[in-house]
Nanobody
């Protein structure tokens, strides 16, 4: 069973920055695409960003393009989400997920493993 643990969430003012981290078990080192999703109260879980297993390809939701950057360090079994120019609408629980598929996906149902989530709150 692949284990994922998110960290780095917190409270920040609009326009500020946060960096989320996802620590993965050793099994994910080069076998999974990784994604970040978020879910706000009363809303469906939505795609944020994804990165291929070797870090060569990335994919972003339109709502975060130019503000968020996904990256990974396979030597450390870690995935990151750098979030800049945060807005109140970015407030949500952010989840790290792993996908063993052959192509990057923005569909949560296609991801195989999930972390517990970390809360990001952006004040106006």
């Amino acid at each position: 069973q692949v284990q994922l643990v998110e960290s780095g969430g917190g409270l920040v003012q609009a326009g500020g920055s946060l960096r989320l981290s996802c620590a993965a078990s050793e099994r994910t080192r080069n076998s999974y695409d990784m994604g970040w999703f978020r879910q706000a109260p009363g809303k469906e879980r939505e795609f944020v960003a994804a990165i291929s297993r070797n870090g060569g390809r990335t994919f972003y939701a339109d709502s975060v393009k130019g503000r968020f950057t996904i990256s990974r360090d396979n030597a450390k079994n870690a995935v990151y989400l750098q979030m800049n120019n945060l807005k109140p609408e970015d407030t949500a629980v952010y989840y790290c997920a792993a996908d063993r598929g052959v192509a990057l996906s923005r569909t949560p149902q296609l991801y195989d493993y999930w972390g517990q989530g970390t809360q990001v709150t952006v004040s106006s």
